[in-house]
């Protein structure tokens, strides 16, 4: 029985080390062929929260896909890269990682003035490139400016604009809100937005009126000037696009004039937990759009997400950005092992029109739209602020019927159609 149990124990030896010396070669080569995907963002300067929580949406993805054997047997290897919000830069750093890098995707996390230069960098190089945070619409609503490899992860701005239309329409005919300012970015995100928010509104509350209008830089640190101009116009409604660190910065200088007691405030970026719990003394009462909340939509799946986030990044809070990129690299890996390679008129082929399961929408998946590589179906909704957890509250969420209606109507009438 001895002899039996010792050859049987041989026996077991030879074949774990045959199976060990045969797998070592496929783990040496997905190793020694990893698959580099380059990442871009604003990583320095006062919108270095794009980038940081960029990648906070990033990595734990990638982390996932390579503890369950990579994508196509290979090792994703992120290759990320600070463009410092300079288009120039953004272009130079997109065709560098491919070009020495050796780069086979790209995720691109730029504002979208950064956006828009990568956007002509995929269309000469071919390459697949979701972009997972530029929000200017004509990025990938306008046939012009589309390029055949490019999508779009992150939510767009006519999307937004629609639901705040409609959600700021009835605040507004409710309080008898006529007169209205804007304080914006100066570029092409805060410009169009702007645009297409009080196109949208009027549409529903045709008796408003525009006082006032401001453009701040993009990371320009006082604010002093632009609030002394809205308050010198004496406006009933306040509507701003402003994001980030830049958006803390108005709403902390702001209070110091006491800005948010002498109108209704509008401002669709609020909704990110950094931003809200960034102002010093949040002032109950703006209206926003939900960027990036654990309780929009209200599940366990999301709550999930957010909990596995924070313990993924030193406790830190998820942004809009965050859920977008981490969108953007799903979709990438869906549509990469439906092509079976990483070749960009492949991969683009199986992106249109792919769904995927997805916590970041009320109906639990989102797809990316044919016809103009952008996606739909994600949670979106506005509320109102309040000082404390859960920040926003009362969140209507928007109707994909509606915004697709009206949608179409604006290509039609922007010639995108």
Same mark, same amino acid.
């Given at each position: 029985m001895r002899a039996n149990q010792a050859a049987l124990l041989n026996r077991r030896t030879v074949l774990a080390a045959s199976a060990g010396s045969l797998a070592m070669p496929f783990i040496a080569r997905a190793q020694a062929n990893p698959l580099k995907i380059g990442i871009q963002s604003i990583f320095s300067g006062p919108i270095a929260l794009l980038g940081t929580s960029?990648?906070?949406?990033?990595?734990?993805?990638?982390?996932?896909?390579?503890?369950?054997?990579?994508? *196509?047997?290979? &090792?994703? &290897?992120?290759?990320?890269?600070?463009?410092?919000?300079?288009?120039?830069?953004a272009a130079r750093v997109a065709r560098e990682l491919v070009n020495t890098d050796g780069c086979e995707l790209l995720l691109d996390a730029e504002a979208?003035?950064?956006?828009?230069?990568?956007?002509?960098?995929?269309?000469? *190089?071919?390459?697949l490139c979701i972009h997972c945070a530029a929000e200017t619409s004509s990025l990938t609503a306008d046939p012009k400016l589309r390029a055949p490899t490019a999508f779009r992860s992150a939510r767009q701005g006519v999307h937004d604009a629609i639901v705040g239309g409609v959600h700021s329409a009835k605040v507004a005919e409710a309080k008898k809100l006529t007169k209205w300012a804007t304080c914006s970015p100066d570029y092409a995100f805060g410009r169009d937005t702007t645009a &297409?928010?009080?196109?949208? *509104?009027k549409h529903f509350a045709p008796n408003v009126e525009t006082v006032s209008q401001s453009w701040p830089k993009l990371g320009q640190p006082d604010f002093t000037e632009v609030i002394t101009k809205i308050l010198q116009a004496r406006p009933q409604a306040l509507y701003s696009a402003l994001y980030a660190g830049d958006l803390s910065a108005f709403i902390n200088q702001g209070n110091v004039y006491a800005m948010f007691g002498a109108m209704e405030v509008f401002v669709p970026a609020m909704g990110d937990l950094p931003? *809200?719990?960034?102002?010093?003394?949040? +002032?109950?009462?703006?209206?926003?759009?939900?960027?990036?909340? +654990?309780?929009?939509?209200?599940?366990a799946a999301n709550e999930a997400w957010y909990e596995a986030y924070r313990k993924a990044n030193n406790n830190d809070y998820p942004t809009?950005?965050?859920?977008?990129?981490?969108?953007?690299?799903?979709l990438m890996e869906a549509a990469v092992k439906k092509a079976g390679s990483t070749d960009g008129k492949g991969v683009a082929a199986a992106l249109e029109g792919l769904t995927i399961d997805s916590v970041f929408s009320t109906t639990g998946k989102v797809t990316m739209r044919a016809e103009d590589h952008t996606l739909i179906d994600y949670a979106i909704g506005w509320g109102t602020t309040? +000082?404390?957890?859960?920040?926003?509250?009362?969140?209507?969420?928007?109707?994909?019927?509606?915004?697709?209606?009206?949608?179409?109507?604006?290509?039609?009438?922007?010639?995108?159609?």
């Open positions: 960029s990648r906070g949406g990033f990595q734990p993805e990638i982390d996932r896909i390579n503890a369950t054997g990579g994508l *196509l047997g290979r &090792q994703i &290897q992120p290759v990320y890269r600070d463009s410092k919000g300079q288009p120039q830069e979208s003035s950064g956006a828009f230069a990568v956007q002509e960098v995929v269309r000469d *190089l071919g390459v &297409q928010f009080l196109e949208f *509104l931003v *809200l719990t960034g102002v010093k003394n949040l +002032p109950a009462g703006i209206q926003s759009a939900c960027r990036y909340l +654990p309780a929009f939509p209200d599940t809009n950005w965050s859920w977008e990129c981490a969108t953007g690299i799903r309040i +000082p404390k957890a859960p920040f926003l509250t009362a969140i209507e969420p928007g109707d994909w019927g509606q915004i697709a209606e009206l949608e179409t109507e604006w290509k039609k009438k922007n010639g995108y159609v």
